[in-house]
Nanobody, 118 residues
């Protein structure tokens, strides 16, 4: 059974930083041909892609977070990270880890709340 468990969310003032972690069990990030990444969903809005690592290790970012967020992966810990710097109030959302992107089955974490105040 695949489980993705996010952590690291919280409340921070604008300009601050947070680092999200996504620990996987039943799924090996390094051994998968599928993409993996982070999505977010703000109240009243659709879930959107924040950042993504594809099967070749190439990364992609939403325009709104380019230059501020960095996605990374620790294969030894089987954990995906999202370093978020220079946070803005509009980054407030529930952040979800996702695996199995570009493949037939997608997996989601339970989400972690990020709140940025002015």
């Amino acid at each position: 059974q695949v489980q993705l468990v996010e952590s690291g969310g919280g409340s921070v003032q604008a300009g601050g930083s947070l680092k999200l972690s996504c620990a996987a069990s039943g799924y090996i990030f390094a051994g998968s041909w599928c993409g993996r990444g982070w999505y977010r969903q703000a109240p009243g809005k659709e879930r959107e892609l924040v950042s993504y690592i594809n099967r070749n290790g190439a990364t992609r970012y939403a325009d709104s977070v380019k230059g501020r967020f960095t996605i990374s992966q620790d294969n030894a810990k089987n954990t995906l990270y999202l370093q978020m710097n220079s946070l803005k109030t509009e980054d407030t959302a529930v952040y979800y880890c996702a695996a199995g992107l570009d493949c037939s089955r997608r997996y989601w974490g339970q989400g972690t709340q990020v709140t940025v105040s002015s």
